[in-house]
Nanobody, 116 residues
Framework: QVQLVESGGGLVQAGGSLKLSCAAS????????MGWYRQAPGKQRELVAD???????NYADSVKGRFSISRDNAKNTVYLQMYSLKAEDTGVYYC??????????WGQGTQVTVSS
């Protein structure tokens, strides 16, 4: 069983920044992809950003130029640096990992609230 532990969420004013961390209980160099998703109240969970084993990154149009995903293989951790936060970025942010076996796992989520 893979465990993902997110941290770094909180309350921030619009225009501010936050950095989320996702620590995995497995060696992340063995993954196919890791990503951050978010779910706002009353909305479906959506992809925010992901990063493949080769380092290729992908971002939702709504966060391009403001968010950056990165990883630290030595710490088995993936990060999401968020700048210029907007009220519409509010939601629960979930970390996801897809292993080389194709199996996926979710973290428990961390709340991000942006006040306008």
């Amino acid at each position: 069983q893979v465990q993902l532990v997110e941290s770094g969420g909180g309350l921030v004013q619009a225009g501010g920044s936050l950095k989320l961390s996702c620590a995995a209980s497995v060696r992340i160099f063995s993954f196919n992809a890791m990503g951050w998703y978010r779910q706002a109240p009353g909305k479906q969970r959506e992809l925010v950003a992901d990063i493949t084993r080769s380092g290729r990154t992908n971002y939702a149009d709504s966060v391009k130029g403001r968010f950056s995903i990165s990883r630290d293989n030595a710490k088995n951790t993936v990060y999401l640096q968020m700048y210029s936060l907007k009220a519409e970025d509010t939601g629960v942010y979930y970390c996801n990992i897809i292993l080389s076996t194709g199996t996926g796992y979710w973290g428990q989520g961390t709340q991000v609230t942006v006040s306008s």
